[in-house]
C-alpha cells in the first residue's frame, strides 16, 4: 500500500483542542483525518450536515414564527400592539 502526505492548516488553538480530543478516543490528528477521508469516500459527500449560520437563524426564525401562529390559533398568545410587533421585528434585524 502507498501513502500521500497532506499539510493542513489550522489556528493553533483549534489544533490543540483537536488534537487533544483525538487522544481523549485514543488516537492521533492522523488517525482521525483516514477516519475523515475514508468517510466522504463512502458516502461520496461530507459526512455530517454543513450549514451556514444563515439557515440557521432563518430556521429559528420559523421556529418561533410557527410557535406564534400556533399560540394564536389557540388563543394562548397574548395580542401585541403594533408598536410592539415594530419593536420586535427590529431587534430580531439587530440581532438582539
Known amino acids: 500500500m502507498q ?14 483542542e483537536f488534537d487533544s480530543i483525538c487522544k481523549s478516543m485514543g488516537m492521533n490528528a492522523n488517525v482521525a483525518f483516514n477516519i475523515f477521508v475514508r468517510a466522504v469516500v463512502n458516502k461520496r459527500g461530507i459526512p455530517f450536515p454543513v450549514e451556514s449560520s444563515e439557515k440557521k437563524d432563518r430556521a429559528a426564525g420559523l421556529a418561533a414564527f410557527n410557535t406564534i401562529r400556533e399560540q394564536a390559533e389557540t388563543g394562548s398568545h397574548t395580542e401585541l400592539s403594533d408598536v410592539e410587533i415594530e419593536q420586535e421585528i427590529s431587534e430580531y434585524r439587530s440581532g438582539k
Not at 3 to 16: D, G
Request: charged share 30%; glycine share 0%.
Open 3 to 16: 501513502y500521500s502526505a497532506t499539510t493542513v492548516r489550522l489556528e493553533t488553538e483549534l489544533k490543540q
